[in-house]
């Protein structure tokens, strides 16, 4: 009797296992099934998008060539598609305010022109998906949020007036404007307003119902093309100017164009822009005289349309605001604010750039090729995937697997990345036509630990100073970014003339960052191993919190590092990871104590302003976020905005270059050196200022992904 129990006991033991074993299999199988299912449903909506695309580009060459069997009296080769022609083509007739003894302060692009044409070839034709990963998941797509990658997209869908010259910074080419005149004033010989002229081929592209909730319901007024108008241009300026428009951007881009005095509207293609005129002294001269700022061209070139069709309305097409007729409404209704900071519409991208979005999901977000655009070089391939990942570790798996065609490889996946280059997987792939390429460059950005000034650790100098000398930024290089870093020393990129390389760098020096401690009276006074300091009567110890985005591995290891290196100088240095929305929350609010940051830099001509005048160093949301404030700084960003000269505006920058140094308000970490990896098939990838073949005067070291184009391979 009890051996039979015993039996049947280990008969329901083996039966049991076999039934877990099953079951894992079948959960097992489950999700292979769904991951192919999530493969194979990105890979319809990519065919879907890439037919739509032919659709699209057949429709239109159809289209012109019945026009071309229309016209008897025009033969064939008159009917190029080049870029060149189809601007021209705009008769300047439609534009009575046009100046024509007046130059356009545009210049032709001949890369554009003539360049890329050539290297294309006569036959070339936009083909396939790009597919790229992104780190971390916008909350939405807002055209005012703070997110750079969002920024970028947005850019993409909508462009801007002009465009910089390809790979040359400070100059203007003619984008969604064909001319823009600098016209003199009648009340002063030496005043002027610029006058903008639009192309009149552009459209908003029609918003897509599918794009939205199923409890969203549109009006049929979303549901067709509009045309992009001047108005466009003074909406988003309005938006940007008003100021209970509480969105990210918003607050930056106010204090670029702060200076516009006057912005109206002439006609639907005409828009007129006054900058305000400051009694500026003239040393040469030896009087003042009135100045606009140097950036002025430039900022009025950089303006893009905001789809009034859109942001000016809910979604069952009645006006947010009834009655706007007054010029001044949407830079005032706090109303309309309000509502445009929370839109209906802010999780799609209205679109009438080279780019229309075409619909995101959890997973990532999708764009197409306007094939409605006017230059159809804009862009090289049928559409863009950006899969957003939750790490970096989920980027590169993507990109060695095939299922993404470019790569940023971080610091800590270099070894990874060497070996996976020894591997029979990357054998196997190679031989498929999936061999990596690589392109080295130095990004124009910078990584810095940021000093709040406003806590009583950090508002001293010399303490600032301490804190700088205590950290191996050599070895944070070597040991942590596997070299893929250069050390900088101050706030402009590495390789711009704004950057002052006379500037030697803080030694690593932990002694002398003690010795500075001590006599700033930071002292371990009571043998605990941290430092302390009387403030106010009372004992304040040096302990304080660095915060860092969580999710970067290299963020974490720095401040890791930097949390040790500080202790052994007597500092206790606590460590916060916590998600982007926070750190955005707390660097806004200024609300920190030490922060792991990084900026991405702009293109010269570098404006200080944002992030180092004193005005915003009192100011929520202001880029000043660690409180610095410097008078002869200030004066130095007051006087680059009017200076003209080279020469000058670079000796400005090399002694702002030597205050910031001098005061540490930041420590400067490095500049990431990329290693951009990209499979063969994918074309077109250089630094510019590396072809001086190609682009004489080039001077951008980054490479353009807007000439990109993929040729057609196995996963295709």
């Known amino acids: 009797m009890i051996k039979n129990s015993l039996g049947f006991t280990i008969f329901k033991f083996i039966a049991t296992l076999l039934i877990l074993f099953f079951l894992g299999m079948i959960y097992w199988s489950l999700i292979l099934l769904e991951d192919d299912m999530k493969h194979l449903t990105t890979s319809f909506r990519d065919l879907k998008q890439e037919v739509e695309g032919m659709r699209i580009d057949t429709q239109k060459m159809r289209t012109s060539l019945g026009e071309i069997s229309s016209n008897k009296a025009h033969d064939l080769t008159s009917r190029s598609s080049s870029n060149e022609e189809r601007s021209e083509s705009i008769s300047e007739a439609k534009y009575s305010h046009m100046d024509p003894k007046l130059p356009n302060l545009f210049e032709k692009d001949l890369f554009y022109k003539k360049t890329l044409p050539l290297i294309l070839g006569d036959h070339f034709r936009p083909f396939g998906i790009r597919h790229e990963g992104r780190l971390g998941h916008p909350e939405n797509f807002h055209p005012f949020n703070a997110f750079r990658d969002v920024g970028t997209m947005v850019n993409m869908c909508t462009g801007s007036i002009a465009e910089m010259q390809f790979g040359k910074y400070e100059t203007l080419a003619p984008s969604l404007a064909i001319k823009m005149e600098a016209k003199p004033l009648a009340s002063s010989p030496k005043a002027f307003e610029y006058w903008v002229f639009l192309r009149d081929d552009l459209f908003w592209q029609p918003l897509k119902e599918e794009h939205f909730p199923k409890d969203v319901q549109l009006d049929a007024h979303f549901l067709q093309k509009h045309k992009v108008t001047a108005y466009d241009f003074k909406f988003f300026y309005d938006a940007i ?17 702060a200076d516009i005095e006057e912005f109206r509207v002439i006609d639907p293609l005409t828009f ?103 230059d159809s070089n804009a862009v090289l391939v049928n559409g863009l995937n950006y899969t957003f990942k939750e790490n970096l570790e989920g980027i590169w798996q993507d990109f060695k697997s095939g299922k993404s065609d470019m790569l940023t490889l971080s610091p800590s996946q270099l070894p990874e990345y060497e070996e996976f280059l020894k591997s029979p997987a990357y054998a196997y792939q190679r031989s498929e036509g999936l061999a990596i390429r690589e392109l080295d460059y130095v990004d124009k950005s910078f990584f810095y630990i940021g000093w709040n000034q406003a806590t009583p650790w950090f508002e001293e100098r010399e303490v600032r100073k301490a804190m700088t000398l205590a950290i191996d930024r050599n070895r944070i290089i070597a040991h942590n970014l596997n070299e893929m870093g250069v050390a900088i020393t101050g706030p402009f990129y590495r390789y711009s003339p704004a950057y002052d ?216």
């Open 241 to 257: 100017m008003n100021p209970s428009v509480e969105a990210g951007r918003a607050f930056s881009l106010r204090s670029y164009y």
């Open 272 to 374: 007129v822009v006054r900058w305000k005129q400051e009694p500026i002294y003239d040393f040469e001269l030896g009087k003042e005289v009135p100045k606009v700022r140097y950036s002025a061209k430039g900022l009025t070139g950089s303006l893009q349309p905001l789809a009034q069709f859109v942001f000016q309305y809910f979604a069952d097409g009645k006006k947010i605001v009834e009655e706007d007729q007054d010029p001044m409404t949407y830079q005032t209704n706090s109303v309309w604010a309000q509502n445009f900071t929370n839109h209906w519409a802010k999780n799609v991208i209205p679109s009438c750039g080279p780019w229309q979005f075409g619909g995101s999901t959890d997973e990532g977000i999708l764009f197409q090729r306007n094939s409605d655009y006017f």
């Open 501 to 716: 390389p006379s500037i030697e760098a803080w030694p690593y020096d932990p002694d002398e960052a003690k010795r500075i401690l001590d006599h700033a009276g930071w002292i371990d006074r009571d043998g605990s191993g941290i430092r302390g300091k009387i403030i106010d009567g009372k004992q304040v110890p040096f302990r304080f919190t660095l915060t860092y985005y969580a999710k970067s591995f290299a963020a974490k290891v720095v401040s890791e590092y930097i949390a040790t290196t500080l202790k052994e100088i007597g500092v206790e240095c606590r460590l916060s990871g916590i998600d982007i929305t926070d750190i955005s929350r707390l660097f806004e609010d200024k609300s920190f104590d030490a922060l792991y940051m990084g900026w991405a830099l702009a293109a010269p001509p570098e404006e200080p302003r944002q992030i180092w005048h004193s005005s915003g160093s009192a100011v929520k949301g202001s880029s000043n976020a660690v409180s610095f404030k410097n008078k002869e700084a200030d004066k130095i960003i007051e006087a680059l905005e009017y200076e003209y000269d080279p020469e000058k505006r670079k000796a400005l920058y090399h002694r702002f270059h030597s205050i910031i140094h001098h005061e540490q308000p930041y420590t400067f970490l490095y500049s990431p050196k990329v290693k951009l990896l990209y499979r063969e098939y994918v074309k077109n990838l250089f630094i510019p200022r590396d072809r001086q073949d190609l682009i004489p005067e080039a001077d951008v070291s980054e490479p353009d992904y807007k000439i990109i184009y993929i040729t057609p391979h196995p996963e295709s």
